[in-house]
């Protein structure tokens, strides 16, 4: 296949000329996400309870936030990831929350809508029919996924509630 040559025009604003160049393909876009894996990669619990950090890269749940690319939450260590969100808004080690913890950024991701976050960040506001929310942070250079959490239980980690909603709870958000 023939490579694709650049196109160019020239531009004149008042007595000012300047040439335009547009590389085929070249846009303003996002940065480059990292390859979508195929899967998740380990379970919450498998990379809470991972003594060695061989885990460090691997995905536990991504959320569609719509657009070209997902959010995902990595596996990471020191203050990073799981570990992260896990020391905040605990997720038992015994797998017992495993599919609930998914399932809940899995909703965030499809049901809620923009609310405020920190510069550099993006935050999903999922309203739940029993009145309570979840939320969930990305960084919006890597789409890595820092924080999720509920509005209530005693650690904002009803991770039930957020997994399991109600056919009528939270379709209105977008």
């Known amino acids: 296949m023939p490579a694709a040559t650049p196109r160019a025009a020239l531009a004149t604003i008042g007595a000012v000329s300047f040439l335009v160049v547009a590389a085929p393909g070249a846009h303003a876009a996002r940065p ?4 979508r894996p195929a899967g998740y990669d380990v379970t919450p619990s498998e990379c809470l309870t991972d003594p060695g950090g061989g885990y460090y890269d691997y ?8 657009g070209p690319w997902d959010a995902y939450v990595y ?3 020191q203050g990073r990831g799981l570990f992260h969100i896990a020391a905040r808004h605990p997720i038992p080690s015994d ?3 495993d599919d609930n913890f998914v399932k809940c950024v899995m909703n965030i991701g499809q049901y809620g809508s923009a609310a405020g976050a920190d510069p ?3 935050a999903l506001r999922m309203n739940r029919i ?3 929310t979840a939320t969930l942070v990305y960084q919006q250079d890597t789409y890595e996924v820092v924080s999720v959490h509920t509005s209530d239980a005693p ?3 009803n991770w039930d509630a ?3 909603l109600p056919e009528t709870s939270a379709r209105t958000n977008r």
């Open 59 to 66: 995905t536990v749940a991504s959320a569609d936030i719509g």
């Open 95 to 97: 797998g017992s929350q």
């Open 155 to 157: 650690r904002g980690n």
């Open 130 to 132: 029993d009145g309570g």
């Open 120 to 122: 550099g960040h993006y």
């Open 75 to 77: 596996c990471r260590y």
């Open 162 to 164: 957020c997994a399991n």
């Open 32 to 35: 480059p996400q990292p390859p």
